[in-house]
């Protein structure tokens, strides 16, 4: 839906008419300066050859060493495995974990490859309803719920989710883990927007157990989603599994990319004044769109995603979201991409473009929403 979306906004632009574009989920930042120099030193040097399947040994035990100083946690780096963006670590880790037939957990509203991906691979996505009353989490009251009515033999947890931009504490995201090892449930973590957290730190999986698989990526805090490398933290029995998948269906991630990701660590502080530009987004937005007219939306915790309930003027976010493209060339994602039962009731903003971008967005939909 989000593509019929974009493409009535390359009709709006083609026109000459200006779009603020607000429905895809990237950066409008570049990767850090240090990760473009050292992909054109590697270019230079014109040897790109394949790497390990497993990906550069140093760029693994940088990654590892990125769990102690973020999170203060150890991560041996054996057990990293680096790859084609996180979008290929999912395949490899459902792979991994997963038979034809098993059921995985999944938020819903949630991002919807994560079910369309398993589904591909012949596994079963069980949606579990998030809602207020679990502040817009998945909670061991309701996955074990599920697991009661039909065994399930995996969950996915990710904070800060997307379309939502919700977060998980600590507490919660271990008190899940705990259950899901108790109840022999495998927990996959999805952890590509850390980084982007706003109202508290976001934890990871690995504080809390060895056993879950972690996937995170370069495409969001490092503006990297083109260069398309991201890494798998993999509990230790599954990372032989993992590297022969890997082995035999991309041999290695891109070389120029991962030289780039390992330099890109040295570019935090670049990448921290980005985040520092989300920031004033999300408060012009939750300033703004109250303004505007609305004024309910899902806790904007992290990531740079606002998931707005547009059900005082709709029930259907496809047409409000045509129609608010047509009317004030705003652009945003219809809920019903995320969530096939209630995403009627939802749009989500992107909130990754620049200050001036937000607050005009939300003054051309207060001026359309109040002229409705
Ligand atoms: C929650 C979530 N996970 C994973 C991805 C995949 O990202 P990539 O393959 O670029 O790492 C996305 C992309 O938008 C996402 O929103």
Redesign the pocket.
Known sequence: MVMDVMAAAARIEEGGGRVIHMEV??PAASAPSTAIAAARAALDSGKIGYTEALGIPSLRTRIARHYSESYGTNVDPDRIVVT???????ILAFLAMFEPGDRIAVAEP??P??RHILAALGCEAVPVRISEETRWSLTVDALMAEHKKKILDGALV?SP??PSGTMLDANSLAALINACAQAGIKVIS?E??HGLDYAFPAETAAKFSDDALI??????YFCM?GW???WIVAPKPLVRSVERLQQNLAISVPTLSQVAAEAAFDGRSEMEAVKRGYEENRKILIEGLPRAGLDKFLPVDG?FYLYADVSRFTDDSLSFAKNMLDETHVAATPGVDFDPVHGNRYIRFCYAGSQAEMHEAAERIAGWLGNR
């Open positions: 989920g990237q084609t963006g996180s979008s290929a670590g999912f949630g991002y490859p994560y990710a989710a997307n999805d590509i927007y996937i995170n990526s370069f495409s969001k989603t398309r490398v991201g990531a």
